[in-house]
């Protein structure tokens, strides 16, 4: 049998922290009220608000020195959408899952949907894998995958791309997202124009495959695996590979591969304003790709982001609808604990973005008041809005306090018992 936390659990934990709810979110809402900011529509878009999570970030991750398994990791995708599941139920902000092929071994799309719905999950972007060598392929991408210079090896690449389509179609899927590691570590190893041009080639091929009502997600990152040069390393590079593919082509902001000052949320602006920003991977980083949870590092960077965000949807900017997925590496938590506080910080992000003064903001900006605007942002951002995130998963059947119900549950003792370890510790990268 497998454990599920029943859902008269979590409404009984809720019994003991309704009352504090109630009064603090009583207080936020007389607080906003003075401030001229009405709550229904911020809830509402609370409510509405969704973010994916990564398949892979329900397994304990791992760095390229080591990986320190936890028990109870799920051992199949069947298993990874019960703990996918169990973060809803918890957090009620994560419906959907993104799938990575083929670290995901789906063999039968259909009854992997069937028990998807059953939990009352979804299936986001599928994700595609030509970065490592899988057992038994003809060709290695130790030197590339879409921009090789062999062209035998830039068809299995392209293959690949278009099985993930085909898989991903199947699931529900209407997206696919395209992250490469080739590039080069030595001067003079690649051509830097070639290779490029190489990829636009590859993916033209890709980027027929698509149905009609897909889009495929063209991901940066500006080092590693490739730590010289690589192909997609910018935005820029992203951005003129997605216009000249065509309209279904955007690009995607992981917020982990820039480089450490870099000002994320202008390049969001920029793709907003272009029509091609196609949604972000959320993570936060001290140094690089760090894979660190979602807000625990600079948590105004994040809000900056969704600034950005908002002030676009404020805007009616056109064809604005950009996908949410969270992309992390939990190598020291348990992944359920870090997936549940990760999606309330990307929710929290949201929810102090929503809360900007943006007549004040423009008028403020106007009249170049430089501290006056900043201290309208922050105005937003210092407010305590966990009253209005707690009151909107109530609503949704989650939990009010989240993490101490889901550590009350046992859910991870329970599945330490369900699932044996394999006793196999692999070195991991994510
Ligand atoms: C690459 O670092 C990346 O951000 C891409 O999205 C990959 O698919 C994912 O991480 C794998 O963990
Ligand atoms: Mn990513």
Redesign the pocket.
């Known amino acids: 049998m497998t454990f599920r936390i029943d859902q008269t659990f979590i409404e009984q934990a809720n019994v003991a922290e309704i009352s504090a709810l109630d009064q603090d979110h009583e207080a936020l809402a007389r607080q906003l009220r003075r401030r001229g900011i009405a709550l229904e529509p911020v809830l509402a878009a609370l409510a509405e608000f969704h973010v994916a999570l990564?398949s892979?970030g329900v397994g304990t991750g791992g760095t390229r020195f080591a990986r320190f398994p936890m028990q109870g990791e799920p051992r199949g995708i069947f298993e990874k959408l019960d703990d996918c599941a169990t973060v809803q139920q918890i957090a009620r902000a994560t419906p959907t899952i993104s799938l990575?092929f083929p670290w995901d071994n789906v063999d039968d799309p259909a009854a992997l949907k069937t028990y998807a719905h059953k939990l009352g999950l979804g299936f986001d972007a599928v994700?595609s894998?030509t970065?490592q060598d899988q057992p038994g392929a003809a060709q290695s991408y130790r030197f590339g995958s879409l921009t090789h210079t062999d062209a035998a090896v830039r068809e299995q690449a392209i293959a690949h791309n278009i099985a993930c389509i085909k898989l991903g179609a199947a699931l529900g899927s209407k997206a696919l997202?395209v992250?490469i590691?080739d590039g080069s570590n030595f001067a003079g190893q690649a051509n830097l124009t070639t290779s490029f041009e190489r990829y636009l080639e590859s993916m033209k091929a890709i980027y027929a495959a698509l149905p009609a009502d897909w889009q495929v997600f063209i991901?940066h990152?500006l080092y590693?695996p490739a730590f010289y040069s690589t192909v997609i390393a910018d935005w820029g590079s992203s951005l003129a590979a997605a216009v000249e593919l065509g309209p279904k082509a955007k690009c995607l902001v992981?917020l982990?591969?820039h480089a450490p000052t870099v000002n994320i949320e202008q390049i969001v602006a920029r793709l907003v304003h272009l029509r091609k920003l196609a949604g972000f991977?959320f993570n936060d980083s001290r140094y690089g790709?760090d894979?660190l949870d979602s807000g625990s590092v600079d948590p105004f960077r994040l809000f900056l982001v969704f600034n950005e965000l908002v002030d676009a949807k404020a805007r009616g900017a056109a064809e604005f609808a950009p996908a949410y997925m969270i992309?992390q590496?939990h190598n020291v938590t348990d992944p359920v604990e870090s997936l549940i506080t990760s999606a309330i910080e990307i929710q929290r992000a949201y929810a102090q973005a929503l809360l900007v003064d943006r007549a004040a903001l423009a008028e403020a900006q106007t009249r170049n008041d430089a501290l006056g605007a900043h201290h309208i942002l922050k105005a937003a951002f210092n407010t305590d809005v966990s009253p209005l995130l707690a009151e909107v998963r109530r609503q949704a059947g989650g939990a009010i306090a989240p993490l101490k119900t889901y550590r009350a549950s046992c859910y991870r003792a329970h599945k330490a018992r369900e699932r044996p370890a394999s006793g196999i510790a692999s070195a991991g990268?994510?």
């Open positions: 990564p892979w990575h994700n894998n970065f997202t992250w590691g991901e990152k590693e992981d982990g591969h991977h790709d894979d992309d590496s990268i994510v």
